[in-house]
C-alpha cells in the first residue's frame, strides 16, 4: 500500500521536508525592488507590505527605511508610478538625507508633485532652498504648485524670488496669482 502522500514508502520525513524546500517556484522577488516597478492598475501587494514596514517602524528605524526607499527611487527602471509611492513613503521618514535625490525630481514636470509631496513635511533649510531653487525650472501649473509648497513651508527667505515672479508680466496669472497667495502667507506669518 503506497503513503498518503504518494512518495515511497521508505522516505523519511527529513528527506520530505528537503524536497518540499527546494521548490522551482523560484526566489520571492524584493518588495523594495519591486515598488520602482509598480504600474498604475497592476498588482500592488509589494507596494501594501513597504507601505506596512513604513507605517508600523519606530522612529529609530526611520533611517533605515529611508536608505531602501532612496535606493529603490534610485533604480534606473523605476517608473512613474514606483515614484509616486516611493516620494509618498519618503513624506513619511524622510530627512535632509532625502533632499538631493528629491530636489532632482522637482525640475521634472512629470515628477514634481510627487518631490514637492515628499519634500514638503521634511524640516530643514535645505528643503526650502531646494524649493526656492527649482523655480526657474518650472512653468505654468507645476511653477504655481512649486509656489504653493514655498507658501506651506512659509519660506521668508523665498519672499524676494515671489515678488520677483509676481511683478513679471511675462508669467501666466495662474503664476503669478500663486506668487501672490504665497506672499501673503508668508507675510502673515511675519510679525
Known sequence: MASADSRPAGTTAATRNAADRKSNAGTTPDPWEMCAKLE???D???AWAVQQQV???PPEGRARLEERLL??????NCTEAGRAFLCRMLA?????KSVPPLAALLRDVRTTEAARYALEPIPGPEVDAALRDALGALTGPAKAGLIG?????RDAAARGALVAIKDNAAEPPL???AATRALECIGSTQA
Open 40 to 42: 498604475y492598475g497592476a
Open 44 to 46: 500592488r501587494s509589494f
Open 71 to 76: 535606493k529603490s527611487l534610485a533604480q534606473p
Open 92 to 96: 513619511m521618514v524622510g530627512s535632509a
Open 175 to 177: 503664476v503669478r496669482q
Open 149 to 153: 509648497s514655498i507658501a506651506r513651508r
Open 55 to 57: 507605517v508600523q517602524t
